[in-house]
């Protein structure tokens, strides 16, 4: 049974449709919610009580925002967001609404996670340039944000990680995806075999994408001497 269903699904394209698409998803997702996440969480940053422009109001409403996002189960948001996925696109199903719902979902979680890298960042250096007079956004664009890369690329493949358990989700409501093979396929047909099929190939993915993903930050670590 388990020979002539993998068979089958392998011929039909169903599964290379299915690992393409959950890549896709996860990958699309996480660079959108990137570029929303990571001015976001320099604002974080700079605004916070011990930042460079310290901003309580704005710091405030950011940090409630953000936490109100990240507080919500991703289960929940997706249906609460049904409409806004067909504001945007069109639709409440099908990849493109799933990647509004995973951007919006990714974004806030990113935004915390550029925050939390850059505030590893020591003292020392910010200090350094202050006192040559370097002006804030130089600080930020020359001093922080290198100094902070290798947090920020090991933030971003888990970042990254956690899009793609996202998107394995969005198949219970119409996303494609390996999440949807094993639902369609697994769950409902009642055939364990495909569900573990699923997990092992979203396995695979993630320790590509980890073993990527901290190859780089290694390389761009210059506290790290080979």
């Given at each position: 049974?388990?020979?002539?269903?993998?068979?089958?699904l392998?011929?039909?394209g169903?599964?290379?449709?299915?690992?393409?698409?959950?890549i896709?998803?996860?990958?699309l997702?996480?660079?959108?919610?990137y570029?929303?996440?990571?001015?976001?969480?320099?604002?974080?940053?700079v605004t916070?009580?011990?930042?460079l422009?310290?901003?309580?109001?704005l710091n405030?409403?950011?940090?409630?925002?953000?936490?109100?996002?990240?507080s919500?189960?991703?289960?929940?948001?997706?249906v609460?967001?049904?409409p806004?996925a067909k504001?945007?696109?069109?639709?409440?199903?099908?990849?493109?609404?799933?990647?509004?719902?995973l951007?919006?979902a990714?974004?806030?979680?990113?935004a915390r996670?550029?925050?939390?890298?850059?505030?590893e960042?020591?003292?020392g250096?910010?200090?350094a340039?202050?006192?040559?007079?370097?002006?804030?956004f130089?600080?930020?664009?020359?001093?922080?944000?290198?100094e902070?890369?290798?947090?920020?690329?090991v933030?971003?493949?888990?970042?990254?990680v956690?899009?793609?358990?996202?998107?394995?989700?969005?198949?219970?409501i119409g996303?494609g995806g390996l999440?949807?093979?094993?639902?369609?396929?697994?769950?409902?047909?009642?055939?364990?075999?495909?569900?573990w099929?699923?997990?092992?190939?979203i396995?695979?993915?993630?320790?590509?994408?980890?073993?990527l993903?901290?190859?780089?930050?290694?390389?761009?670590?210059?506290?790290?001497?080979t």
């Amino acid at each position: 049974m388990f020979s002539e269903m993998m068979h089958k699904l392998w011929n039909n394209g169903v599964l290379q449709t299915g690992i393409w698409e959950t890549i896709y998803m996860t990958l699309l997702s996480t660079a959108i919610a990137y570029v929303i996440g990571l001015p976001l969480g320099v604002l974080l940053t700079v605004t916070d009580k011990n930042g460079l422009r310290p901003i309580r109001w704005l710091n405030s409403v950011l940090g409630f925002v953000v936490n109100i996002f990240r507080s919500i189960p991703f289960i929940i948001f997706m249906v609460a967001m049904l409409p806004v996925a067909k504001l945007v696109v069109g639709s409440s199903l099908g990849n493109g609404a799933m990647v509004v719902m995973l951007v919006l979902a990714a974004a806030p979680y990113i935004a915390r996670m550029v925050e939390s890298s850059l505030k590893e960042v020591s003292a020392g250096v910010i200090e350094a340039a202050q006192a040559m007079g370097t002006p804030n956004f130089k600080i930020v664009t020359k001093v922080l944000l290198p100094e902070a890369k290798p947090a920020l690329i090991v933030g971003a493949v888990i970042s990254t990680v956690t899009v793609l358990s996202y998107s394995a989700m969005a198949g219970t409501i119409g996303g494609g995806g390996l999440g949807q093979i094993a639902i369609t396929y697994g769950h409902q047909r009642f055939n364990d075999d495909i569900i573990w099929v699923c997990v092992v190939l979203i396995v695979i993915i993630v320790q590509i994408i980890q073993e990527l993903g901290m190859w780089l930050a290694r390389k761009t670590d210059r506290r790290i001497r080979t």
